[in-house]
């Protein structure tokens, strides 16, 4: 049963332009949603989070959007950089537990 | 501020042998978690710290798992008789308090059984 879904893969885009990663989640229960990059061979780094009772956050380049009543998010960057490109996992967190999707792999192309 | 640290990187072990990996959190963290991340997939929960208490357990951490912290600051995870299903790598995270501030992980532990 997978509770957090992330159905694309991957993604490419060009710089300067949007990237919109999007992740679907089953649990009613997950008070908080956040964000992780990872590069290959490094940890996941913490971008932004939401609590459930919001629909937006918004850090910089990055916004995060809450749409409960779809069970549906989405994490806006713009610009996009060649930075950016790495695998980013959407998560649920219910309890002491976070629930992670199976990640888009984002690439920028120069 | 040195973050998560977790040791070794990289372990190489025969099936059947006995492995323990070490995570160091962020000091003032007293909250510590250890995930596993199989090939492409996402993280999955496997335990969970207060201090040196463990609450929480996944099912995923079978009979030969075990993991301890004992003075509330360091914790060791170690896989007893080692199976070729356990090759994956091991995540090790901490935090102060639970929800949006995230959460901090380590580089991890890459395990392979051969």
């Known amino acids: 049963d997978q509770q957090v879904k992330q159905n694309s893969p991957s993604l490419s885009v060009q710089e300067g332009r949007i990237s919109i990663l999007n992740c679907d989640y089953t649990n009613s229960m997950f008070d908080y949603f956040l964000w992780y990059k990872k590069y290959p061979a490094e940890g996941p780094t913490f971008l932004i989070s939401?609590?459930?009772?919001?629909d937006k956050n918004e850090d910089g380049r990055f916004t995060v959007f809450l749409n409960k009543s779809a069970k549906h998010l989405s994490l806006h960057i713009v610009p996009s950089q060649p930075g950016d490109s790495a695998v980013y996992f959407c998560?649920?967190?219910?309890?002491?537990?976070?629930?992670f999707g199976g990640g888009t792999r984002l690439m920028v192309k120069p | 501020d040195t973050g998560v640290s977790q040791d070794p990187r990289h372990k190489i072990t025969k099936r059947g042998q006995n492995v323990t990996f070490r995570c160091d959190p962020i000091?003032?963290?007293?909250?510590l978690y250890w995930y596993r991340q199989t090939l492409g997939q996402g993280p999955e929960f496997l335990t969970y710290?207060?201090?040196?208490?463990?609450?929480?357990k996944s099912r995923l951490l079978s009979d030969r798992f075990s993991a301890e912290r004992p003075k509330g600051s360091f914790s060791t995870l170690e896989i007893q008789r080692t199976e070729q299903g356990d090759s994956a790598m091991y995540l090790c995270?901490?935090?102060?308090?639970?929800?949006?501030?995230?959460?901090?992980f380590g580089s991890g532990t890459r395990l392979t059984v051969v």
């Open positions: 939401i609590s459930s009772i919001k």
């Open positions: 710290f207060q201090n040196e208490a463990q609450l929480e």
């Open positions: 000091s003032e963290h007293n909250r």
């Open positions: 998560v649920g967190n219910a309890g002491n537990m976070l629930t």
């Open positions: 995270a901490s935090s102060l308090v639970r929800g949006e501030s995230g959460y901090t």
